[in-house]
């Protein structure tokens, strides 16, 4: 446990002293003032690089003080005169996410093609939550996501999404064609549920009858008799507990006779799933913290601030006596509703939802990703010193977080918006004829002081929720062969989720086959503080995050991984070959949940509304627009958006 995990195989193959060297923060000297220019040779230390790079990432050091100290209301005392760069575009946005880089393609579309457009990010890498991970492996290759994982939505997606999808040339149909989901089951793996003696008494790892939230190449969500069977003989829960269990599974009850389905439903809306477990079908609270955590893939939170009606949705137990009819009731989340059509349309590449990012950026600036197909995109490196090419039409700025954006003049009148932004410690000034703001909308008060007091307020109330998506390299994966672990379940543990890579090979890339192979082992974190109201578990989660140093963070891991694979051998000093977390203390899009927003109700405004409404020559796009935290809708958002600054 306590020996140094050396990351020395992981930068481009190349041995480095230590993996802290190659942080980005410590390239800023020598690349923030270069145009995020590639300073050193290809496989040398300073090589602009930012996929490789392990340790902290998503929102790295360095990429968010600006902000914090604008938020702050310190940025100004420090920040010097801006200069000017003399730059003006057709349009400059800020957020180089998927809602970004899909509005600079419409409004290319939109405006025939040789308009001038400037993105602004505020990392050192494009793609916002979309994010490549790769990391070497001795002689072995391997791709991981950062952030958005796949392409899937709860609910279809839209013809504009699904256009630019096929546009890009991805054939979501063809994906079984790439994923291998014999790999694991054929090797005799499956879910497993973690129980922690901190939690339950005692470290026990045994089959999870259950799963929710598990890789997509395993057991079906639902529950089979004897998977029940085998659950409670081998769970370390108290006797009650176990009985409860069962009791929940199968002998319904209808704990509300007389009331009508809506009636059932408008109840269930309004409690949360841990107060139904409690409160009214009366269970041990085992079950309950069994339960808690099961939520957080999807909402980030657990069940004291999941409705239940919304639990009902995702089948867990306890519901099956109420007989409620089949039809989503009013306020249930999208996530919760099932949807077939939705659920064929699925796409997971290795470094999930970056190739889109990747083919987006390839459509925008040709030179910055060889090649010229969707299986090309995946082995294909970027090149980052041709992003910001003065050259090009469209330029990508990275490390640059806007300060302001306001009219040049009046709104109702101006031609030109102002762009300030922070880069490398100065502060500079672009001109466009229209901006669209496609970042976090939490952030947009702080840059756009002009808009409305109402509009400021409601893009506030858009409280991101924080994750870590961590991704280990193990060496192997002899150890989850010898567990018969390919996802495990630890709801008392500091990440929730671990799931084997899922197994997909696709245009020269190929993923692990053998467990003697190095495979990645993804773990997931959602930051809340259970007993509270969602978006302050929210903004509580967001603090502990930035405030967590990454060696605490690797220890938790290391402890985790032991003590859930140490039964098969596993040794976190030898087997875990680099860590990369992905800190995103605003990650998902804020979603509505009936047990605090009233957002079903008639003649009610919801927040994303108001926050997206257009201002003079400025749009603003996000998901967070669209309160949905999925791809399809920060494309939805950023067509939408370029559509109100293109009209007329
Ligand atoms: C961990 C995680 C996993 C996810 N998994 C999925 C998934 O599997 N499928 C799915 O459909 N969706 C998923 N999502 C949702 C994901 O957010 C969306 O799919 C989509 O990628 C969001 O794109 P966006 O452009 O709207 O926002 P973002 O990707 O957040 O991009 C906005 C960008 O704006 C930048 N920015 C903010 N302020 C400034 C500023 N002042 N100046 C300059 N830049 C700024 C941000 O740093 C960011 O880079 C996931 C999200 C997270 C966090």
Redesign the pocket.
């Known amino acids: 446990m306590h020996r140094k995990i050396t990351r020395r195989d992981f930068l481009n193959g190349v041995a480095i002293a230590a993996g802290a060297a190659m942080m980005p923060w410590d390239l800023s000297a020598a690349v923030l003032g270069e145009g995020q220019a590639a300073v050193g040779p290809e496989n040398s230390p300073n090589y602009y690089y930012p996929p490789a790079l392990t340790g902290m990432r998503?929102?790295h050091p360095g990429?968010?003080d600006?902000?914090h100290s604008?938020r702050d209301g310190t940025f100004w005392d420090s920040a010097g005169k801006p200069e000017d760069t003399g730059e003006t575009y057709d349009l400059i946005i800020?957020?180089?996410?998927?809602?970004?880089?899909?509005a600079a393609h419409f409004y290319r579309k939109a405006t025939g093609g040789k308009a001038r457009i400037l993105i602004?990010?505020?990392?050192d890498d494009?793609?916002?939550?979309?994010k490549r991970n790769e990391f070497h492996v001795g002689n072995a290759f391997r791709l991981g996501?950062?952030?958005?994982?796949?392409?899937?939505?709860p609910a279809p997606y839209s013809a504009v999404a699904k256009g630019l999808i096929e546009e890009l040339g991805i054939d979501v149909s063809s994906y079984s064609k790439y994923v291998n989901k014999k790999v694991y089951t054929s090797a005799g793996l499956g879910s497993k549920m973690f129980f922690d003696k901190e939690t339950f008494g005692v470290d026990k790892l045994v089959i999870n009858p259950n799963p929710h939230g598990g890789s997509e190449s395993e057991n079906p969500a639902g529950l089979a008799p004897e998977l029940l069977k085998q659950f409670l003989a081998d769970a370390p829960l108290a006797d009650q507990a176990k009985r409860d269990l069962q009791r929940l599974h199968e002998e319904p009850k209808d704990y509300f006779p007389g009331l009508t389905s809506d009636e059932k439903k408008a109840k269930l809306a309004r409690i949360s799933y841990a107060s139904y477990l409690k409160d009214i079908a009366r269970v041990h609270e085992d079950i309950i913290k069994m339960y808690q955590a099961m939520p957080h893939p999807l909402f980030g939170v657990g069940i004291d601030a999941v409705a239940a009606q919304d639990a009902w949705g995702f089948d867990l137990p306890g519901f099956d006596g109420l007989k409620l009819d089949d039809k989503p009731g009013k306020g249930m989340n999208r996530d919760a509703i099932p949807n077939e059509e939705a659920e064929k349309y699925f796409f997971?590449f290795p470094d999930?939802?970056a190739s889109?990012?990747r083919l987006l950026v390839r459509k925008l600036i040709p030179d910055a990703i060889p090649g010229n197909s969707v299986s090309d995109v995946i082995l294909a490196k970027a090149n980052y010193a041709t992003l910001d090419d003065s050259g090009s039409p469209v330029r990508i700025r990275l490390n640059?977080?806007?300060?302001r954006v306001k009219h040049v003049g009046d709104a109702a009148s101006a031609k030109e918006v102002e762009v300030t932004?922070s880069r490398g410690g100065k502060v500079y000034t672009a001109r466009a004829k229209n901006s669209i703001?496609?970042?976090?909308h939490v952030?947009?008060p702080?840059?756009c002081e002009e808009l409305p007091d109402k509009q400021k307020e409601a893009l506030a109330s858009a409280q991101?929720?924080p994750?870590?998506?961590t991704n280990v390299a193990l060496r192997n994966w002899t150890s989850l062969q010898k567990v018969k672990a390919s996802s495990v379940y630890a709801p008392g543990m500091y990440h929730t989720y671990v799931n084997a890579d899922l197994p997909v090979s696709i245009g020269g890339y190929e993923c692990a086959r053998k467990p003697e192979e190095p495979i990645i082992l993804h773990m997931?974190k959602a930051a809340c503080s259970p007993g509270h109201p969602a978006r302050q578990q929210h903004s509580m989660g967001r603090m502990e995050l930035y405030t967590t140093t990454f060696e605490t963070m690797e220890r938790k891991i290391r402890d985790q991984l032991a003590r859930t694979l140490g039964p098969g051998g596993f040794d976190p000093a030898r087997d875990i070959a680099a860590i990369t977390v992905?800190r995103?203390p605003?990650?998902?899009?804020y979603e509505y949940n009936s047990l605090w927003d009233p957002f079903w109700l008639e003649g009610i405004e919801t927040p994303c509304e108001v926050a997206r409404k257009p201002h003079g020559r400025i749009a603003i796009?996000?998901?967070?627009?669209g309160a949905y935290?999925?791809?399809?809708?920060?494309i939805n958002?950023?067509w939408r958006a370029v559509g109100e600054i293109t009209k007329g």
């Not at 703001?437 to 976090?440: K, N, P, Q, R």
Request: with cysteine.
């Open positions: 998503g929102s990429s968010f600006a902000a604008l800020v957020g180089g996410g998927i809602s970004g880089l899909s602004l990010d505020n990392h494009f793609g916002g939550h979309a996501f950062g952030g958005t994982f796949s392409i899937e939505s997971h999930g939802n889109i990012a640059s977080t806007a300060v932004y703001l496609a970042c976090w952030v947009i702080y840059i991101k929720v994750l870590l998506y997931m992905n995103w605003h990650g998902y899009a796009a996000n998901s967070d627009a935290a999925y791809t399809d809708e920060a958002q950023a």
